[in-house]
């Protein structure tokens, strides 16, 4: 069974940081490349990092800069490091593992306040 379960989120200041986690099981890490998404109110799902095997990273424009995607294999984890944070970045952020099969996390909620 696969599972990707989500941690990190919550309430922070604007110019705040969180850092979430991703834990996988159920899945063979290496082969995947690991990614966040998100959802904001009232918008649709929206790409903010990915990470793939080799550690090739890919950003939204409007997160680079600010956030950072990192993986450890050893941990089967992704993270997702979020400095800088502003009212716009709120969202319930999504855990996504893609390779032949792609698998999705319950999401966890972050609130930017101004």
């Known amino acids: 069974q696969v599972q990707l379960v989500e941690s990190g989120g919550g309430l922070v200041q604007a110019g705040g940081s969180l850092r979430l986690s991703c834990a996988a099981s159920?899945?063979?890490?290496?082969?995947?490349?690991m990614g966040w998404f998100r959802r904001a109110p009232g918008k649709e799902r929206e790409f903010v990092a990915s990470?793939?095997?080799?550690?090739?990273?890919s950003y939204a424009d409007s997160v680079k800069g600010r956030f950072a995607i990192s993986r450890d294999s050893a941990m089967n984890t992704v993270f997702l490091q979020m400095n800088n944070l502003k009212a716009e970045d709120t969202a319930v952020y999504y855990c996504?593992?893609?390779?032949?099969?792609?698998?999705w996390g319950q999401g966890t909620q972050v609130t930017v306040s101004s």
């Open positions: 990470i793939d095997g080799t550690g090739s990273t």
């Open positions: 159920g899945i063979t890490f290496r082969n995947y490349a």
């Open positions: 996504n593992a893609i390779a032949i099969f792609q698998y």
